[in-house]
């Protein structure tokens, strides 16, 4: 039986990736963060086949201790500060997570168990001022945000750790992939739950920012697929997932709300956008500049040409079936109370 060890298991994809890891047999181990209050998150579900393990991802003499208990075949490292727009406020302390957390993370392994392999969640949002369409392996990076820097620093640790320790680290370079799991401070959500409330009257309208930022959307139960397979090669090499696919966030809207059964209409322009309810005349999407990044990325789609040649990797989840799952189960929540 393979011991597995996910940082970072409570979030949307540790959540999957737990399930995938179970569904093979695998003795998971889920790396937690001590609170006053125990919160499995959306490992709830299967909390009583994980084994948690008390760490932090900026205290290195915890995760050795945790690569100690965990014995662990493989690391999945999925911890992050994940939130873009919180990283101008929190620059070092995202720094410190998935930047330095990451060499953390790379030296309990080296110290524990150095045969052990390595995955780093690495993101889009590294390439940030895109040098290329689509952006592949080789696409030089021009991140533009804390967020973005602090997760290539890491990129390139892994990378470093590869080289100079022969170590089995590899990086998978995941572009935007959501879920019913997904918080609600992330704009995907932000919108499904939007058109579920507003869908059941209990919002009026919602206000997002740049309705043009173009983005490749998948789904997270499928890019955990992915994960698991790139530590099963015969050596370790890095991979863009996506779908190859790109839409704008107002491509978004208007398939969110349509699944809650609201046709929109959009009108005006940058900032002074507004999308009105088409059968009942009403604004409930409104644009608003306080919602801008400081440094705009304006468009990311990917190439999963490598991933699926090599990998044998497939999206499966359409970008349909992705929207109206999370409205169908923002729905859900609404109706029960929550």
């Given at each position: 039986?393979?011991?597995?060890?996910?940082?970072?298991?409570?979030?949307?994809?540790?959540?999957?990736?737990?399930?995938?890891?179970?569904?093979?047999?695998?003795?998971?181990?889920?790396?937690?963060?001590?609170?006053?209050?125990?919160?499995?998150?959306?490992?709830?579900?299967?909390?009583?086949?994980?084994?948690?393990?008390?760490?932090?991802?900026?205290?290195?003499?915890?995760?050795?201790?945790?690569?100690?208990?965990?014995?662990?075949?493989?690391?999945?490292?999925?911890?992050?500060?994940?939130?873009?727009?919180?990283?101008?406020?929190?620059?070092?302390?995202?720094?410190?997570?998935?930047?330095?957390?990451?060499?953390?993370?790379?030296?309990?392994?080296?110290?524990?168990?150095?045969?052990?392999?390595?995955?780093?969640?690495?993101?889009?949002?590294?390439?940030?001022?895109?040098?290329?369409?689509?952006?592949?392996?080789?696409?030089?990076?021009?991140?533009?945000?804390?967020?973005?820097?602090?997760?290539?620093?890491?990129?390139?640790?892994?990378?470093?750790?590869?080289?100079?320790?022969?170590?089995?680290?590899?990086?998978?370079?995941?572009?935007?992939?959501?879920?019913?799991?997904?918080?609600k401070e992330f704009v995907?959500?932000?919108?499904?739950?939007?058109?579920?409330?507003?869908?059941?009257?209990?919002?009026?309208?919602?206000?997002?920012?740049?309705?043009?930022?173009?983005?490749?959307?998948?789904?997270?139960?499928?890019?955990?697929?992915?994960?698991?397979?790139?530590?099963?090669?015969?050596?370790?090499?890095?991979?863009?997932?996506?779908?190859?696919?790109?839409?704008?966030?107002?491509?978004?809207?208007?398939?969110?709300?349509?699944?809650?059964?609201?046709?929109?209409?959009?009108?005006?322009?940058?900032?002074?956008?507004?999308a009105i309810d088409r059968?009942?005349?009403k604004t409930v999407v409104?644009?608003?500049?306080?919602?801008?990044?400081?440094?705009?990325?304006?468009?990311?789609?990917?190439?999963?040409?490598?991933?699926?040649?090599?990998?044998?990797?497939?999206?499966?989840?359409?970008?349909?079936?992705?929207?109206?799952?999370?409205?169908?189960?923002?729905?859900?929540?609404?109706?029960?109370?929550?």
């Amino acid at each position: 039986m393979k011991h597995a060890l996910i940082t970072g298991i409570t979030g949307q994809d540790g959540s999957y990736l737990a399930e995938l890891l179970l569904s093979k047999g695998y003795e998971v181990y889920g790396v937690m963060r001590r609170k006053s209050v125990v919160d499995y998150g959306n490992v709830d579900h299967i909390r009583n086949d994980i084994r948690f393990i008390y760490a932090d991802m900026t205290d290195e003499v915890s995760l050795i201790n945790a690569m100690r208990i965990s014995q662990a075949d493989e690391v999945y490292n999925l911890a992050a500060q994940s939130f873009v727009a919180t990283s101008w406020d929190q620059p070092i302390a995202t720094a410190g997570i998935d930047a330095i957390g990451v060499t953390n993370m790379l030296e309990a392994i080296r110290t524990v168990r150095p045969e052990c392999r390595f995955y780093q969640a690495s993101t889009s949002e590294m390439f940030g001022l895109v040098q290329e369409i689509p952006q592949r392996e080789t696409t030089p990076f021009y991140p533009r945000s804390p967020y973005g820097v602090a997760k290539l620093y890491g990129h390139w640790i892994t990378k470093n750790y590869k080289e100079s320790y022969g170590m089995f680290a590899c990086s998978g370079i995941l572009f935007n992939h959501e879920s019913e799991r997904r918080g609600k401070e992330f704009v995907t959500r932000k919108i499904t739950d939007a058109a579920a409330r507003i869908k059941a009257g209990l919002l009026d309208c919602v206000e997002l920012g740049n309705l043009d930022a173009k983005r490749d959307w998948g789904h997270s139960q499928d890019y955990v697929k992915a994960m698991w397979l790139m530590l099963q090669q015969d050596e370790p090499d890095d991979y863009v997932v996506a779908t190859g696919e790109t839409r704008t966030v107002r491509e978004f809207v208007e398939a969110a709300f349509r699944a809650a059964g609201i046709e929109l209409e959009f009108q005006g322009s940058g900032a002074d956008e507004v999308a009105i309810d088409r059968a009942t005349g009403k604004t409930v999407v409104r644009v608003s500049e306080r919602f801008f990044r400081p440094a705009e990325v304006e468009l990311l789609l990917g190439c999963p040409e490598k991933a699926e040649k090599k990998l044998g990797w497939k999206r499966e989840i359409s970008f349909q079936e992705l929207v109206e799952r999370m409205v169908r189960n923002d729905l859900e929540l609404v109706r029960a109370g929550r």
